[in-house]
DNA sequence: TTTGGATAAATTATAGATAATTATTATTTT
DNA sequence: AAAATAATAATTATCTATAATTTATCCAAA
């Protein structure tokens, strides 16, 4: 394990700024402003900097030069892009996965599913989710490709807090379970449809907010 | 077009890293000292840091805390990595963008494809190549996909500059002329897997060297 | 008199330069 | 060979300049 002292600053700040802004506790647009955000972490305002540059390339935050840094806005475009880039690259890691997954692996990965299906909120059920996902795909042993969807969770975590804040029901992940029962099978050709079909599924589901009223929200479950 | 004070000294300095790294002037492990760097370009080395985190987001270095950043290094396998990233990616946006490629979009292609045929120097052949796949998949309208493919180019640029650094051949792309006929008869089935394929394809050719001795290079080219 | 718009001053924030600190590596000494 | 010290370089803090935004003031037209 990395120590604290470990990482500079800068990828501390990154890091929680971008939790911050997955999990929508910084809205859509909202001014990242570097010297407030120096004062909170007790720092000056370069590593501040720093970090924005990554929040850049992660497409969590958007600069405007002499103008300042937002928060990365979002629409149902973005979701769609976001989940097909997902679905292609996932594909890719389990093909090269597959022949290095052990049932120990699929042990662990059952029980993230598991506890996904008993999640009894939205960041639980997130983090079960990536969990399942991360842990079939790590044996292809692809770092660059690892990182690129490790990017694009994170953008998918987006959408599912932003759609999902107020209310969570339990459900049970029947995808999850299907790609197990190919992949103990060794049945890769059957399993990589499933997690491309899964991985793109968005689904739309009336939500009732605080008013009573419903809504029709979009959410990305995979 | 951008003028020159509407981007920041930092992604200015960026860019030119970029392209010295990708075009092998800058080794692979070359350390990248910040204030030597910033003496070049007349700066102080604020900006030069905030310019290495893009770098390393890119892929193209790699930063150790309080150790400094170094040219990032490759290997065979990193090579095939990006290779099929790139195929699996373009694949996606070629699919998206296919519906709006107009005859005039391909005329320009198959003019990058003739430059290409006709360069000289690796150098003026990546530049006509990337055009081609530029110009074919842009109208996709993703922009988050693009940007990713571009990055993934650029790692493959790398490759082909640091294969290919002495010598030059001019040689016909027959994959970019089946791309554009299946293109223009509007059957992308055919087109998809032809461009995964082009993509994919690292040959294996003996270089000369200085010394006259040949040793295996590898070569992607797409 | 009020409203609308433009212009100028003041404030605020970003970008960058300089300076200080801290960690790492190389060298020397025991 | 190990420890201590010096040199080197990265990281962060402080400070300054410049650009952008807001606010205030003024004038013109209704």
Redesign the pocket.
Known sequence: MTSA?ED???SRISRILADRIVTGQLDPGT??????I?EEF??????V??A?RRLEAQGLAV???????RVASFDLKEVREVAQMRAALEVLALRHAAPHLTPAILDQAEEATVAGDNSRDVRSWEEANRRFHTLILTPCGMPRLLAAISDLHAASARFLFASWRSEWEVRTDHDHRAILTFLRQGNIENAAPVLERHVQWIGQKPVRNASGATRDAFAIVG
């Open positions: 002292s500079t600053i800068a001014k990242l402003r570097q010297d407030h120096a007790g720092t000056s305002h370069v590593p900097r720093e924005f600069s405007e030069p002499r103008r300042g840094v």
